[in-house]
């Protein structure tokens, strides 16, 4: 994640496989279940991972994340040719990436749609405030440990730079307005993390579906956990809980109406809120 891969990083490509640009991109978004989710796809037959993946470590190398790394400056024609070269699969297959910050992350959505403009969209969200908790203790637990910090250093960074960080990749409406109008609505498929743990069988058949492929293929382990991590931060109360939920009712109930398919009850907090009834 320290700098986008370069063309040296790529693999030589494999016997019967050809150079494809990527069938499908996961835009986001983290701890939304997006490991869990990706595997399952991972596990079709039909499916093939980009070109840098490794077994040996998947965690590691699932997602891409090339996109992050510009800023305000447009990736050239050269790293351009170098993304598209990261896919690749045989006849009759597919190949992909799900990188679970792509859809927070400033100007990524336009630069992935200039440089794959036909690639299927997933994305996948969860309660706003499971998930903006989850996403602290993921950045305290790994970024932070990495960059070896006083104590005085990670108050600073966890208030100045991880709060905001995650708090802001769990308002999730403006970002898929904008992948709707650039990608289409036919070529994005949004998923609830908590419709996908209630009944996985049905929306993973959803997926293969919109991807196109065999839709009866089921995975040996639905349920199976992936990249579960101790928790290090202090858990919300239930009040500091619905304080959260707050923050995000607006955008929730912008999401509700342009994405039908959420069902805003499976976020118990935000929920409440929205059905207050109102003072005369």
Same mark, same amino acid.
């Given at each position: ?6 063309s ?5 490509l494999r016997?019967?496989y ?6 499908? @991109?996961g ?10 989710? =990706?595997?399952?796809?991972?596990e ?15 965690? !590691? ?14 990736p ?36 992935l749609?200039? @440089? ?20 602290? =203790?993921?950045?305290?637990? =790994? ?7 006083t ?16 708090f802001?990749h769990?308002l /999730? ?11 289409g ?7 609830q /993390? ?11 058949k959803?997926t /293969? ?8 293929f ?7 956990? @992936?990249?579960?991590?101790? /928790?290090?931060? !202090? ?10 939920a ?23 907090? @935000? ?10």
């Amino acid at each position: 994640m320290d700098a986008p891969f370069s063309s040296d990083a790529i693999p030589s490509l494999r016997s019967g496989y050809k150079q494809r640009t990527p069938d499908f @991109v996961g835009l986001g978004v983290p701890k939304a279940g997006t490991s869990w989710w =990706n595997s399952l796809i991972m596990e079709h037959p039909e499916v093939h991972p980009h070109r840098l993946f490794d077994t040996d470590s998947p965690q !590691d190398t699932k997602e891409l994340n090339f996109f992050d790394h510009f800023s305000w400056r447009q990736p050239n024609a050269i790293e351009i040719d170098t993304y598209r070269r990261a896919f690749a699969a045989p006849e009759n297959g597919i190949c992909g990436e799900w990188s679970a910050y792509y859809l927070g992350m400033p100007l990524v959505i336009e630069r992935l749609h200039k @440089v794959v403009p036909d690639t299927k969209v997933l994305i996948l969200v969860r309660d706003p405030v499971s998930r903006t908790i989850s996403h602290l =203790n993921h950045v305290t637990l =790994n970024r932070g440990r990495s960059l070896r910090l006083t104590p005085a250093w990670v108050k600073f960074f966890s208030t100045y730079s991880v709060t905001p960080e995650a708090f802001f990749h769990s308002l /999730y409406e403006y970002a898929i307005a904008r992948v709707f109008h650039l990608f289409g609505r036919e070529s994005t498929l949004v998923l609830q /993390y908590e419709k996908c743990v209630a009944d996985t069988q049905t929306e993973l058949k959803r997926t /293969y579906r919109f991807l196109g492929v065999d839709d009866d293929f089921l995975p040996k382990n639905l349920k199976n956990e @992936v990249n579960k991590i101790e /928790y290090v931060v !202090d858990k919300p109360d239930a009040q500091q809980r619905r304080d959260m939920a707050g923050f995000f009712v607006e955008d929730a109930k912008r999401l509700a109406k342009l994405c039908p398919e959420i069902d805003i009850s499976l976020w118990p907090e @935000v929920f409440e809120i929205l059905n207050q009834p109102k003072l005369s």
